[in-house]
């Protein structure tokens, strides 16, 4: 009476929905992963920015008579930065960069998250 019925069985069910189960298991550790890289390397590049905004003080202060490096105030109160702000660390964004001589660093320590240069 029943022969004609089509559909899955429900071990059929059972046994997609534990492969998914596994897939997503491994997929999202891996995302994990990617999402702390992408933080570091956006950190990298924001240290380059600041970098790169430091030598070009330098070069107008150079040029003016005065040659100085400035201090992560003198960028921000200046227009070396499209947001006009300097830009902060991603992984921590509460976490400051430092400038010293025309060398950034993010002072962000945790090791499972390395972002010096």
């Known amino acids: 009476m029943f022969k004609n019925q089509k559909g899955f069985t429900l071990i059929e069910l059972i046994v997609v929905i534990v492969i998914i189960g596994i897939l997503a298991a491994v997929a999202v550790p891996k995302f994990q ?6 933080k570091a390397a956006s950190c990298k590049q924001n240290q380059a920015s600041i970098e790169s905004a430091s030598s070009i003080y330098y070069a107008n202060t150079a040029i003016a008579g005065n040659a100085t490096y400035p201090a992560l105030t003198d960028l921000a109160s200046t227009t070396y930065f499209q947001s006009g702000s300097v830009p902060t660390c991603p992984a ?3 976490v400051a ?3 010293t001589n025309g060398i950034c660093a993010c002072t962000y320590t945790d090791t499972d998250h390395p972002h010096s240069r």
């Open 33 to 38: 992963d990617l999402s702390d890289s992408a």
């Open 92 to 94: 921590q964004p509460s």
């Open 97 to 99: 960069y430092t400038l």
